[in-house]
């Protein structure tokens, strides 16, 4: 077992500022400098900062909305917490939905091309979510089910404030992290291919919900919905649902297009 002895806030004096708020910020920030990178061929700017920012706002709102849905008997007996998001509590499923939803109300209006914005955006998301992760390794956050080496990563949390268990569990939130990584890479290396418009991003997208679907039976102490499933799970399913028709109309798209051979 691996002992994680972290402690999962900062001390500067009798402020505590904690990991995971850090690298929430991290994520968004390096979230956001990939795809304006990838952009700036086609979209000027003043475009591409204004999607940005938009998909932040919406994507925090979002990411904090979805987390009081899922929590919503403790929130409805502690209303005024629901606005105290630095004290924790955001889910990636909101905050790269309504991010999305974000980017592309702006997108629209400006007349940007979509399918080439999202393309973009998909790695960015993905190494958005990876350098998330690594602030919910160090406090400990999502319990999972125990672990016997060498069938994973098993780890114990031994900090006196750790949020983790003692172990040995699970690590789901690393496997979550290399998961994105390799959506990350996925993502980069599509591009220039003469894909669809369109195509990496929901590519990428049912990349994420394979993976949160599966990783998904292994953690616990969450509230189950539909089937027993967890509610990063529940979405995860109807993300699926609604890329796999989209990846084949995309494909299909594409063939139609090619002159035929004679």
């Known amino acids: 077992m691996i002992s994680i002895p972290f402690d999962p806030n900062i001390h500067i004096g009798p402020l505590a500022i904690a990991w995971h708020g850090i690298f929430t910020a991290v994520g968004i920030l390096f979230g956001v400098w990939l795809p304006l990178r990838l952009i700036r061929p086609r979209i000027s700017e003043d475009d591409a900062t204004a999607v940005a920012t938009w998909g932040v706002v919406f994507g925090i709102i979002g990411a904090r909305l979805v987390h009081v ?12 917490q629901i606005l105290l998001i630095w004290t924790g ?20 209006r400006r007349g940007l091309p979509i399918g080439f914005g999202a393309d973009a955006a998909a790695p960015g998301i993905a190494l958005g979510f990876a350098l998330g992760r690594i602030g919910d390794i160090i406090n400990g956050e999502h319990w999972a ?58 590519l990428a997208a049912a990349w994420y919900a394979a993976g949160r679907s599966l990783l998904g039976f292994l953690r616990i102490n969450d509230p189950t919905y539909v089937f027993g499933l967890r ?29 035929v051979a004679t």
């Open 145 to 202: 089910i125990p672990c016997e080496p060498p069938l994973g990563l098993c780890v114990g949390f031994t900090h006196p404030d750790t949020l983790g268990q003692p172990g040995p569990v699970h690590l789901v939130v690393a496997y979550d992290m290399v998961w994105n990584l390799i959506g990350v890479a996925g993502s980069l290396a599509l591009r220039g291919r003469g894909l669809p418009a369109g195509l990496i991003f929901w």
């Open 69 to 80: 849905i899922d929590q919503w008997q403790y929130y409805l007996a502690n209303p005024l």
């Open 231 to 259: 509610e990063d799970q529940v979405i995860a399913v109807l993300v699926l649902a609604a890329a796999i028709p989209m990846i084949i109309r995309l494909t299909m798209f594409r063939r139609v297009q090619e002159p």
């Open 89 to 108: 509590g955001i889910a990636i499923w909101g905050g790269a939905i309504f991010g999305t939803l974000g980017g592309l109300f702006v997108g629209i």
